[in-house]
């Protein structure tokens, strides 16, 4: 007891809301205490109040959980900024966090006249507009993104996608030139195409012996990127086409230097060799294939026979264990959203990942009370319980509270901005969810061929008709002869 009153153990304590341990010192609402994370989740919710009916910071919540504002929720605080008034989480005494991050950018961007650059006057409208200003705080105040902003402020470097690639380092510099290109500043340019130009300007110089970095770069400049650039043409490289890029042209370098190991130059260059390089482990030998057979092309390597690795689809996932993810993605609802439709979406309508994420909101269309989602022609019905989710989620897509894509047209938008997550960080997520991706979207595709026939399937989910067809008929399907098109015509 100290003055009369029990002292309080931080054991005792926990979150009013989300029921953990909280530290002495978190703060204290009438509802109770608050950990960091609902106190600041709670400091970032406006709407309308159920006490007074205004639209404002509704912090506080009622016993039916209800959002109240700091009126009616009493005893919460102030929480009015003292420069713009807007109600809103403060990040120093009386100020909060837009107006903060404004007087930032006013600086970083400032030309050397006392103003921002009028050309980077979008990208100072399109950060300050950010509802949760926090990560912009800490990523403008770290020292290498204020070099790279002041670089363009002042003109030191043009106002480019050359001028960029001047700066480093290239993570930040990508993500400044994603805001540049989102705010229309520069024009749309693939941004793993950039990526990789950029890693192999700075890879090539590693190359100590000067007659392999002649043949690598002769071989990045005319097949990869060649290869790249007509990918881009069509529609945005993803992260694994640039990183299998960048992976081929290191194996490529490792069998150089093992080749002159062996007192071999390229020109010299054996079956003995070749069948030695592919015969050792480990499994990554393989991605010298395309260097072997551009080497052979350009005559700098001897007529030789390259082994061929064929590369089968994983064995896929019974129909009863298909039916029970699918079961499980509808009930279980300690999984996240946005894990539960991507799962849904492969093995309900067979979808690669990499077709996943460049899906858009515009994608989801109603006729009436029945969702469709377009992944070919014509767009495929969505059933009620996926319906439902897929609703949910479009409200509540993450992602969209930052400078970065607040008005993303993207199903799954990135922290990037204008992309789209990577295929990686899905992957990861449906490791983690115990998802088999590749094993699932082979039952679904081979399932689905089965209910109706492959060539209306195909068109409808995007596939081929030729593959289709052949997976219909390993599986006995007997749609073998029907007529893709409107048979109610």
Same mark, same amino acid.
């Given at each position: 007891?100290?003055?009369?009153?029990?002292?309080?153990?931080?054991? %005792?304590?926990?979150?009013?809301?989300?029921?953990?341990?909280?530290?002495?010192?978190?703060?204290?609402?009438?509802?109770?205490?608050?950990?960091?994370?609902?106190?600041?989740?709670?400091?970032?919710?406006?709407?309308?109040?159920?006490?007074?009916?205004? %639209?404002?910071?509704?912090?506080?919540?009622?016993?039916?959980?209800?959002?109240?504002?700091?009126?009616?929720?009493?005893?919460?605080?102030?929480?009015?900024?003292?420069?713009?008034?807007?109600?809103?989480?403060?990040?120093?005494?009386?100020?909060?966090?837009?107006?903060?991050?404004?007087?930032?950018?006013?600086?970083?961007? %400032?030309?050397?006249?006392?103003?921002?650059?009028?050309?980077?006057?979008?990208?100072?409208?399109?950060?300050?507009?950010?509802?949760?200003?926090?990560?912009?705080?800490?990523?403008?105040?770290?020292?290498?993104?204020?070099?790279?902003?002041?670089?363009?402020?002042?003109?030191?470097?043009?106002?480019?996608?050359?001028?960029?690639?001047?700066?480093?380092?290239?993570?930040?510099?990508?993500?400044?030139?994603?805001?540049?290109?989102?705010?229309?500043?520069?024009?749309?340019? %693939?941004?793993?195409?950039?990526?990789?130009?950029?890693?192999?300007?700075?890879?090539?110089?590693?190359?100590?012996?000067?007659?392999?970095?002649?043949?690598?770069?002769?071989?990045?400049?005319?097949?990869?990127?060649?290869?790249?650039?007509?990918?881009?043409?069509?529609?945005?490289?993803?992260?694994?086409?640039?990183?299998?890029?960048?992976?081929?042209?290191?194996?490529?370098?490792?069998?150089?230097?093992?080749?002159?190991?062996?007192?071999?130059?390229?020109?010299?260059?054996?079956?003995?060799?070749?069948?030695?390089?592919?015969?050792?482990?480990?499994?990554?030998?393989?991605?010298?294939?395309?260097?072997?057979?551009?080497?052979?092309?350009?005559?700098?390597?001897?007529?030789?026979?390259?082994?061929?690795?064929?590369?089968?689809?994983?064995?896929?996932?019974?129909?009863?264990?298909?039916?029970?993810?699918?079961?499980?993605?509808?009930?279980?609802?300690?999984?996240?959203?946005?894990?539960?439709?991507?799962?849904?979406?492969?093995?309900?309508?067979?979808?690669?990942?990499?077709?996943?994420?460049?899906?858009?909101?515009?994608?989801?269309?109603?006729?009436?009370?029945?969702?469709?989602?377009?992944?070919?022609?014509?767009?495929?019905?969505?059933?009620?319980?996926?319906?439902?989710?897929?609703?949910?989620?479009?409200?509540?897509?993450?992602?969209?509270?930052?400078?970065?894509?607040?008005?993303?047209?993207?199903?799954?938008?990135?922290?990037?901005?204008?992309?789209?997550?990577?295929?990686?960080?899905?992957?990861?997520?449906?490791?983690?969810?115990?998802?088999?991706?590749?094993?699932?979207?082979?039952?679904?595709?081979?399932?689905?061929?089965?209910?109706?026939?492959?060539?209306?399937?195909?068109?409808?989910?995007?596939?081929?008709?030729?593959?289709?067809?052949?997976?219909?008929?390993?599986?006995?399907?007997?749609?073998?002869?029907?007529?893709?098109?409107?048979?109610?015509?």
């Amino acid at each position: 007891m100290v003055g009369g009153r029990k002292r309080i153990k931080e054991e %005792d304590l926990f979150c009013a809301r989300c029921q953990r341990k909280v530290r002495l010192g978190a703060a204290r609402w009438p509802e109770g205490y608050l950990c960091a994370t609902c106190a600041t989740r709670a400091l970032e919710t406006y709407g309308r109040c159920v006490g007074c009916g205004v %639209d404002r910071l509704t912090p506080g919540l009622d016993p039916d959980g209800q959002p109240l504002c700091t009126d009616c929720a009493g005893g919460l605080g102030n929480f009015t900024c003292t420069i713009c008034g807007q109600e809103g989480r403060r990040y120093r005494l009386g100020v909060c966090g837009r107006c903060v991050l404004a007087e930032r950018l006013q600086d970083l961007l %400032d030309d050397g006249t006392g103003r921002v650059r009028p050309d980077l006057v979008p990208l100072l409208n399109l950060l300050r507009s950010a509802r949760r200003p926090w990560g912009l705080i800490t990523w403008t105040g770290r020292p290498h993104v204020q070099q790279i902003l002041r670089a363009l402020a002042r003109g030191r470097v043009p106002l480019t996608h050359d001028g960029l690639s001047q700066l480093s380092p290239w993570r930040s510099v990508a993500y400044t030139r994603d805001l540049l290109m989102e705010c229309g500043i520069l024009p749309p340019a %693939d941004r793993h195409l950039l990526l990789f130009q950029r890693w192999l300007t700075d890879w090539l110089p590693e190359v100590d012996n000067l007659d392999h970095r002649k043949i690598l770069e002769r071989y990045a400049t005319w097949h990869l990127l060649r290869q790249l650039r007509a990918a881009a043409a069509k529609g945005p490289l993803g992260q694994n086409r640039q990183r299998g890029a960048r992976d081929r042209l290191q194996q490529a370098r490792a069998f150089l230097a093992w080749l002159e190991n062996r007192g071999r130059t390229l020109t010299e260059c054996t079956q003995a060799d070749v069948d030695a390089w592919f015969a050792s482990p480990p499994i990554s030998r393989r991605l010298v294939q395309p260097f072997l057979r551009w080497c052979s092309e350009a005559r700098t390597l001897p007529r030789l026979q390259i082994p061929v690795h064929s590369t089968e689809n994983p064995a896929p996932l019974t129909q009863h264990r298909r039916i029970t993810l699918i079961r499980r993605m509808f009930t279980e609802e300690t999984l996240p959203l946005l894990d539960r439709v991507v799962a849904l979406l492969i093995l309900l309508y067979a979808q690669p990942v990499t077709r996943i994420v460049r899906l858009t909101i515009d994608d989801v269309s109603h006729d009436g009370d029945q969702l469709f989602l377009r992944l070919g022609e014509p767009p495929s019905p969505v059933p009620a319980p996926f319906a439902a989710l897929l609703q949910t989620y479009i409200q509540t897509r993450p992602n969209t509270a930052t400078a970065t894509n607040p008005n993303s047209r993207w199903l799954f938008p990135g922290r990037r901005a204008g992309q789209p997550m990577t295929t990686e960080a899905l992957h990861g997520r449906l490791r983690k969810a115990d998802i088999p991706r590749l094993n699932a979207r082979t039952a679904s595709i081979r399932q689905l061929v089965l209910q109706a026939p492959a060539s209306v399937v195909a068109e409808m989910l995007g596939y081929h008709v030729e593959h289709a067809e052949n997976l219909a008929a390993e599986g006995g399907g007997t749609w073998k002869t029907y007529a893709p098109g409107d048979h109610t015509q």
